[in-house]
């Protein structure tokens, strides 16, 4: 039986663990690995996210969505790059088209406490106060583990 050299996945799967935790760390750094990455795996699209991820959180949403716009264009239902699309397009100041990316991924996961919670930002920011209200207390409901706080939370808010 032929043995199979696992080594080069999972280096690999430590190099995007490692550019993941980076984004929040040091961003330039999260840069760095996602381009070495990419000279190995050239079409490698998570790592083309990080990418994109790394220059919004350097503060170059253009840059940004020169990565996730196209992305977004082959991944047009995947949740965790139509919520990159909206904070980078809110970032360039594109509020509508960043609402409506973020609309988007809550309808194909409208679990996805993250852009509920982006969309409600957006949607303050353009003024829509009671759709932002909505968002948000989705973006509440999303993200606890206990339901009965969100039913108490509605109910205060009722009276």
């Given at each position: ?81 139509l919520h990159e699309l909206g904070l ?72």
């Amino acid at each position: 039986m032929k043995q199979v050299d696992s080594e080069p996945r999972a280096d690999l799967k430590s190099a995007m663990s490692h550019a993941v935790n980076l984004l929040q760390e040091d961003p330039l750094l999260a840069e760095e690995q996602a381009r070495e990455i990419l000279k190995t795996y050239p079409q490698m699209d998570a790592a083309r996210q990080i990418l994109g991820t790394a220059y919004r959180l350097q503060g170059n949403p253009l840059k940004a969505l020169s990565i996730i716009e196209p992305l977004a264009k082959r991944h047009a239902e995947t949740v965790g790059v139509l919520h990159e699309l909206g904070l980078c397009l809110g970032a360039a100041g594109r509020g509508a088209a960043a609402i409506d990316a973020l609309r988007r991924a809550v309808k194909a996961d409208p679990k996805h406490s993250g852009a509920w919670r982006t969309l409600g930002d957006q949607l303050n920011a353009a003024g829509d106060g009671d759709a932002a209200e909505q968002a948000y207390e989705q973006h509440l409901a999303a993200s606890t583990r206990h339901p009965e706080l969100v039913a108490a939370g509605l109910a205060l808010k009722e009276g």
